[in-house]
C-alpha cells in the first residue's frame, strides 16, 4: 500500500482518507507516497499552539531550551540510519543526506551551545547598556518572544535541514512552529518530524506538522506569528501578498532561490591554488544534491582570457561523473526530485540559452545513466554554458535548478561589478583570489547584493566549507530576490524572531526588570564581604567599598622591573612629563589591576570558586606616584548553571582615586557555588 503522510496536530497524528498529491521516485517515476492535509483543523492547529505550545515554551529559560534541544539533537542523531534507508527515494546520494540529515542536527547543536554560553537563565535578552535620558531616567531594549505561532514553509531539496534550521531559532526565541514540507520530499520530512515527536522531549504544542496544503492555516494568522519561507522567488512574491502578511501584520521571511555567482580573481591564473579551488567549487556545487540547492553556483564570472581554461577544467571533472540510481554502487551523481522538475529545469536552460551556448549537457540530449529509467526518472545532465552576450537578462534572471551554470566574461572591476549586481540580490557569493587590496574594492561593492561573501585563496582553500554550505553561526539570507530572510546567523536571527522593545524608567526599576544592575542605581554596602555570600543569597546591586591603598613610586618600579613592562610613561620622568596625555611617570594600569585585587579579595576558601576573566576594561584616567584608589565592587548580574550547583557572577568593578574620579572600570567574573542542599 502507498504510504499516505500524515500530519500532527494538538498531540495527534491525522492520516488523511484522500489520496492526496502522489510522490514519486526520483529514479523510476514510480509513486511512494502521497500528501494531503484533508482532516486537519487549521484554526485548533493555531489554537493549541497559541495556548498550549506557547505558555510552555514561555516558561522555560534560554537555558532550559538550550538543554532540550541539545537533547533532541542527540536523540535525532541516533536514528539517522531510519532517515537514510528511505531518502535514496528522493534521488539523492548518501553523501547528499548526510549534508541533510546530519547538517540539520548539526545546526540543533550549535544553536544549544550559544543558549547554553551567550543567553541568560532568563526569558528575556536584555541589548547592552541602559543609556540615561535624563537625570533619573533610563532607556534600553529588550527582546521577548512573541505570543504567536511560527509556520514552516519548505522547500524539497533539504526536508531536514531545512525544517531543524527553523526550528532551532524559533524554539530558542521560544516560538511554536508548525512544519509544512515541501509535497516531493514530505515523506522524508515526515519521519524525521516522527523522530522528534518519539523523543518526548519538547514541550506540547511546541512542534506541530501539516502533510499537504497550508492554505487554510493563512486565515488564521495575525501579528504576533510569523511565516518563514524557503522557495522559490515567484511563491514568496506570492505570499507576501496573503492578507494576513499585508493586512493582519504577520511577519514573512524568505529564503528564495537565487542565482549565486562564484568569481575568479585577475591575479588567478591556472597554474595557481586558486584557480584549482575554483574550479573544484564549481564541481562540487554542480553535482551535490544535483545542483538542487538554492545557494549553488548559477554564474560564473571569470576574465575573458581564462574562459576556456575553466570551461576545459570543469569539463574533464563533469565527464568522471556516474549518474544514476544513488542507491546503486557507483553513482555518484542522483537525479533530480522527479520528472516535472528534470522539465522544469529543461525549460529553464532553453532561457539560458538565448544569451548562452551550450558546452556540455542541455535539455535536448537523454543523459547516460548507469542505473534508473531515463524517461520517467528526474536524470539530467551537468550543463555549462557561455554567455555570448554578459548582458543578455536571462542568465542573470533565469535559475535552472539542477546541476546548471554559465560561464560569464567580465573585462574590468567595474565590469563585474556590475554584472554581479545584475542578479538582484542573492544567497551567497565566492571569490577566489589572493590579491586582498582587490577583493577588498570588490567587497565593498559587492556586499550590498549578498547574505555572504566567501573568499578562497592558497591559504584556506583546503579547509574552507563549501561555497553553498549554510553556517550556523552567520547569516543564511541575502537581499532582493534572494528574500531577505535571517534563518540563520547565531543569535541575530534568534532575536530576529524576537520581538525588540524599548523600556524606559528609573535606575532602580530598570535593575529589576532587566535583573542586571548598572552605575545609575544604589549600590548597597554589605556588612559581609560578597564573596562569603552564596550565589542564591547574592543580590544585584550588593556592593563592597573598600579601604584605599596609596601607590608609590617604589610599587611602579617594582612592577616595572618584576614583569619587565619599563614603558617610558612608568620609568621616565621627564619623557612622560613632555607626553601630550601625562604629567609625569604613571602606575602600570595593570599594576592597579592586581592592586584592586589586593584590595577587593577575600583570601580564604568560600562560594567564590574561581575568576575565569574581565571585560570591558578601559583606563580612563592616570594615577601618580603618591596618590591613592579605593574600589567599588558590585554584583552586576548572575546566572545560575542548573544541575551544577555553581554559577556565574558578573561584578561590575570601579577604581577612584581620592577625589572620587574614576580611574578604570571594568566587569570581573567569577564562578560562585549556590547554597549546598540539605
Not at 543558549?115 to 536584555?126: C, Y
Not at 586582498?436 to 584556506?460: Q, V
Request: glycine share 10%; aromatic share 8%.
Amino acid at each position: 500500500m502507498t504510504h499516505k503522510v500524515s500530519s500532527y496536530i494538538a498531540g495527534a497524528w491525522i492520516t488523511p482518507e484522500d489520496e492526496g498529491a502522489p510522490i514519486f521516485d526520483a529514479s523510476n517515476g514510480e509513486v511512494v507516497a502521497t500528501a494531503s492535509s484533508t482532516g486537519v483543523d487549521f484554526e485548533a492547529m493555531i489554537a493549541h499552539a497559541r495556548t498550549v505550545g506557547g505558555p510552555a515554551l514561555r516558561a522555560m529559560t534560554f537555558t532550559q531550551r538550550g538543554l532540550a534541544l541539545k537533547n533532541l539533537a542527540k536523540y535525532l542523531k541516533g536514528r539517522v540510519d531510519e532517515v537514510y534507508a528511505d531518502y535514496g527515494v528522493s534521488g539523492a546520494t548518501l553523501a547528499d543526506a548526510r549534508v541533510d540529515v546530519e547538517g540539520g542536527i548539526g545546526v540543533l547543536f550549535v544553536y544549544a551551545s550559544k543558549a547554553l554560553k551567550e543567553l541568560p537563565n532568563d526569558t528575556i535578552i536584555v541589548e547592552g547598556n541602559p543609556e540615561n535620558i535624563v537625570d533619573k531616567h533610563q532607556g534600553q531594549t529588550i527582546y521577548t518572544t512573541p505570543d504567536g505561532v511560527a509556520v514552516f514553509i519548505n522547500a524539497f531539496n533539504f526536508p531536514v535541514w531545512g525544517m531543524l534550521e527553523k526550528l532551532a531559532t524559533a524554539f530558542i526565541a521560544g516560538i511554536p512552529v508548525i512544519v509544512k514540507p515541501a509535497t516531493p520530499t514530505a515523506q522524508i520530512a515526515e519521519l524525521s518530524f516522527r523522530h522528534i515527536i518519539e523523543s518526548g522531549i519538547l514541550p506540547e504544542g511546541s512542534v506541530q506538522f501539516v502533510g499537504g496544503s497550508i492554505v487554510g492555516a493563512l486565515d488564521h494568522l495575525g501579528g504576533q506569528d510569523a511565516i518563514l519561507f524557503t522557495g522559490s522567488a515567484a511563491t514568496a512574491a506570492r505570499l507576501r501578498t496573503a492578507a494576513c502578511v499585508v493586512e493582519r501584520g504577520t511577519k514573512f521571511t524568505a529564503e528564495a532561490d537565487s542565482v549565486n555567482a562564484t568569481i575568479l580573481g585577475p591575479d588567478a591564473g591556472v597554474d595557481t591554488e586558486e584557480f584549482s579551488a575554483f574550479v573544484k567549487g564549481i564541481f562540487r556545487e554542480l553535482s551535490s544534491k544535483t545542483g538542487q540547492k538554492c545557494t549553488c553556483i548559477r554564474r560564473i564570472f571569470v576574465p575573458p582570457a581564462l574562459v576556456e581554461p575553466t570551461v576545459n577544467a570543469l569539463l574533464a571533472r563533469l565527464g568522471k561523473i556516474v549518474v544514476g540510481d544513488p542507491r546503486v554502487e557507483g553513482t555518484t551523481m542522483g537525479p533530480l526530485v522527479n520528472a516535472s522538475q528534470r522539465d522544469d529545469v529543461a525549460s529553464s536552460v532553453r532561457a539560458l540559452m538565448k544569451g548562452a551556448e551550450l558546452r556540455c549537457g542541455g535539455p535536448d540530449i537523454v543523459p547516460t545513466i548507469a542505473s534508473g529509467d531515463a524517461e520517467r526518472g528526474g536524470f539530467f545532465p551537468p550543463t555549462v554554458l557561455v554567455a555570448n552576450d554578459s548582458r543578455a537578462p536571462q542568465i542573470h534572471e533565469v535559475e535552472a535548478f539542477g546541476p546548471v551554470a554559465t560561464v560569464i566574461p567580465y573585462t574590468s572591476t567595474d565590469d563585474l561589478v556590475d554584472l554581479v549586481s545584475r542578479g538582484e540580490g542573492s544567497l551567497v557569493a565566492s571569490v577566489a583570489s589572493h590579491d586582498p587590496a582587490w577583493i577588498r574594492d570588490l567587497m565593498i561593492r559587492i556586499a550590498p547584493y549578498h547574505g555572504r561573501l566567501l573568499i578562497l585563496d592558497r591559504e584556506n582553500a583546503a579547509t574552507a566549507p563549501p561555497h553553498g554550505a549554510a553556517l550556523p553561526q552567520l547569516i543564511h539570507g541575502g537581499p532582493g530576490r534572494a528574500g531577505g530572510g535571517a534563518e540563520l546567523g547565531g543569535l541575530r536571527s534568534v532575536k530576529h524572531m524576537m520581538q525588540a522593545t524599548s523600556i524606559s524608567a528609573g535606575p532602580e526599576m530598570m535593575v529589576g526588570l532587566t535583573q542586571v544592575w548598572n552605575p545609575a542605581a544604589e549600590a548597597k554596602p554589605l556588612e559581609v564581604h560578597p564573596f562569603r555570600i552564596y550565589l542564591d543569597d547574592l543580590k544585584l546591586g550588593d556592593t563592597l567599598f573598600t579601604g584605599s591603598r596609596t601607590i608609590t613610586l617604589e610599587d611602579i618600579e617594582h612592577f616595572a622591573h618584576f614583569t619587565g613592562d619599563t614603558f617610558y610613561a612608568h620609568m621616565d620622568e621627564e619623557a612622560a612629563a613632555a607626553s601630550p596625555i601625562f604629567k609625569g611617570r604613571v602606575a602600570h594600569g595593570y599594576f592597579l589591576l592586581a592592586a584592586a585585587a589586593g584590595l577587593f579579595v577575600d583570601p580564604d576558601p568560600g562560594p567564590v570558586l574561581a575568576n575565569f576573566g574581565l571585560e570591558n576594561l578601559r583606563f580612563t584616567q592616570p594615577v601618580y606616584p603618591g596618590e591613592s584608589i579605593r574600589v567599588r565592587l558590585t554584583c552586576k548580574s548572575k546566572l545560575v548553571r542548573p544541575g551544577t550547583g555553581w554559577g556565574e557572577v558578573t561584578w561590575d568593578v570601579a577604581l577612584t582615586n581620592e577625589k572620587d574620579e574614576v580611574v578604570a572600570t571594568y566587569q570581573l567574573l567569577t564562578i560562585n557555588a549556590c547554597r549546598p542542599t540539605e
